[in-house]
């Protein structure tokens, strides 16, 4: 194994069980960005669906507008679950943080949400 598949390895090991730690989100981010460059298949749909997980429980983060949108960039790459799950959280989330800074961020990629095919599918529009 080269250098990289051993960084990879040992960050994706790392992620388990410590979504409380602040280096959490940056390590997740490195996965995700150097996956590419592994000389084995990642399961990327599963590291998606661990930072779906991460936002939903994380919202007070400082690190959240970050994955938010490192997730909602690669949303096409996870699990119709983890995207219906992100999907029913925004909406919910939109309906009752109206004075939330980051409330137009989370409002205007659900509605770019609303135009894709998989949302339209999944949520009868």
Not at 46 to 71: A, C, H, P, R
Request: proline letters at 2%.
């Amino acid at each position: 194994t080269n250098i990289i598949d051993e960084m990879l390895s040992y960050g994706i090991n790392w992620l388990d069980g410590r979504e409380d730690q602040l280096q959490w989100a940056f390590v997740w981010q490195d996965i995700l960005k150097y996956y590419k460059n592994a000389s084995y298949p990642i399961n990327t749909a599963k590291l998606l669906d661990t930072g779906v997980n991460w936002i939903i429980t994380k919202e007070d983060s400082f690190q959240w507008n970050y994955m938010w949108n490192w997730v909602t960039n690669n949303l096409d790459k996870s699990t119709a679950a983890a995207k219906n799950t992100l999907i029913k959280w925004g909406l919910s989330w939109i309906a009752t943080n109206q004075t939330r800074k980051k409330w137009p961020i989370v409002y205007i990629d659900l509605a770019k949400m609303k135009y894709r095919k998989d949302f339209k599918k999944n949520h009868n529009c």
